[in-house]
């Protein structure tokens, strides 16, 4: 199981971004997403985590409304569309996945990809 994510990057506060996360050795459809952030100095935080089967979505109270999330079953690729992006929102962001969905704690997640840095500019 591998994670690739990408899409980072330095935007205006205000501004959209759309973060990929490409996956193999196991299909997306069928496996918990979550996606996490860590900014300088904090803890890693979920921002959004999904289930496999019936969608069910747990998002962080500070994205709610802005951040989406959605699944391409032919390319194997997870999104998360990150919009109205604030400063607040600067940080490294992981996806991570499990085959079992528990909630979005890290400890939910077996494999995680690389991090990528979305930094939101005032």
């Known amino acids: 199981v591998q994670l690739q994510a990408s899409g980072g990057g330095s935007v205006q506060a205000g501004g959209s971004l759309r973060l990929s996360c490409v996956a193999s050795g196991f299909t997306v459809a069928d496996y918990a997403i979550g996606w996490f952030r860590q900014a300088p100095g904090k803890e890693r935080e979920g921002v959004l985590c999904q289930g496999s089967s019936d969608g069910h979505t747990i998002f962080a109270d500070a994205v709610k409304g802005r951040f989406i999330i959605s699944r391409d079953k032919q390319t194997n690729i997870v999104y998360l569309q990150m919009n109205n992006l604030k400063p607040s929102d600067t940080a490294v962001y992981y996806c991570?996945?499990?085959?079992?969905?528990?909630?979005?704690?890290?400890?939910?997640?077996?494999?995680w990809g690389q991090g990528t840095q979305v930094t939101v500019s005032s």
């Open positions: 991570a996945a499990d085959p079992i969905y528990a909630g979005c704690s890290g400890e939910d997640y077996a494999f």
